[in-house]
């Protein structure tokens, strides 16, 4: 039996998998372990009918790696204390009590967040939540709009995602979509995004013009998209 790793685009993420050939299998066999996917393949089945087979069955295969990376990952505990991701740099939720409403204020790397005295975790993990999402939306928006203008390219709409296993989306009227989660992510890996969608808006595929375009606003974008590769699966811890 040959075992070979071999990477593969699936949706906007690249995946790494154990490819199987043996004399014996007739048809394709998919699995997910904590190693990652492996395919079972009969051995002279062509490549290119086999990546066409991934490829239909993306959605399930992308969407079972996030839930294994989700399982090896430790849950977040929301009180005082407790480490999140922003911007690429750790925070420290502070939890205050006593305020008659609740509000957050990011400062020197602490996140306060003034709570009324009878609330439990998940009224603290619903307000939290709700400030990621608008830290990212005024993010995003900043971020859109200068590479749009140095992409030359129109936006109709910016709107968060809340998708398992997209980072972002673009549509052929220029509607642009982005994972709210990426607002856990270093600046740079943010931007890549970013381009990503953005260069859509004039190569709707992923041709080698495609990757031209991501490349002329963003010359790093192959380490940009490993380091999301990398550290994608904890962005999705929450």
Same mark, same amino acid.
């Given at each position: ?25 007739? $048809? ?10 492996? =395919?079972? =393949?009969?051995?002279?089945?062509? &490549? ?7 490829? &239909? ?11 294994? !990376? ?35 204020? +990011? ?5 306060? =967040? ?8 998940? /009224?603290? /993990?619903?307000?939290? +939540?709700?400030?990621?999402? !608008? ?7 900043? !971020?859109? $709009?200068?590479? /749009? ?12 995602? %809340? ?15 982005? %994972?709210? !989660? ?22 709707? %595929? ?7 375009? =991501?490349? &002329?606003?963003?010359?790093?974008? $192959? ?13 999705? &811890?929450?």
């Amino acid at each position: 039996m040959d075992r070979l790793r071999h990477r593969l685009i699936l949706g906007n993420e690249e995946i790494s998998y154990l490819l199987l050939r043996s004399s014996r299998r007739r $048809s394709i066999g998919l699995r997910i372990d904590p190693s990652g996917l492996i =395919v079972s =393949v009969p051995a002279r089945l062509p &490549q290119h009918e086999m990546e066409k087979i991934l490829a &239909q069955r993306s959605a399930w295969i992308l969407a079972r790696l996030d839930a294994m !990376r989700i399982r090896a990952t430790p849950p977040i505990v929301w009180q005082t204390g407790q480490i999140l991701p922003f911007l690429g740099s750790p925070i420290e939720l502070s939890v205050e009590h006593g305020g008659a409403r609740s509000k957050l204020l +990011l400062a020197e790397g602490v996140l306060r =967040v003034f709570m009324p005295e009878k609330c439990g975790p998940d /009224a603290l /993990a619903s307000r939290v +939540l709700q400030w990621y999402r !608008r830290e990212a939306l005024a993010f995003f928006q900043h !971020r859109v $709009s200068a590479y /749009a203008r140095q992409l030359d390219v129109e936006v109709s709409r910016l709107s968060l995602s %809340n998708a398992r296993t997209r980072w972002g989306s673009c549509t052929s009227t220029g509607a642009i979509r982005l %994972n709210w !989660r990426l607002i856990k992510a270093p600046p740079p890996v943010i931007d890549y995004v970013v381009v990503h969608e953005l260069a859509h808006r004039i190569e709707m %595929n992923h041709s080698p013009a495609f990757w031209r375009t =991501v490349e &002329q606003a963003c010359p790093d974008f $192959s380490e940009l998209r490993g380091l999301l590769k990398i550290h994608g699966s904890d962005y999705h &811890q929450f």
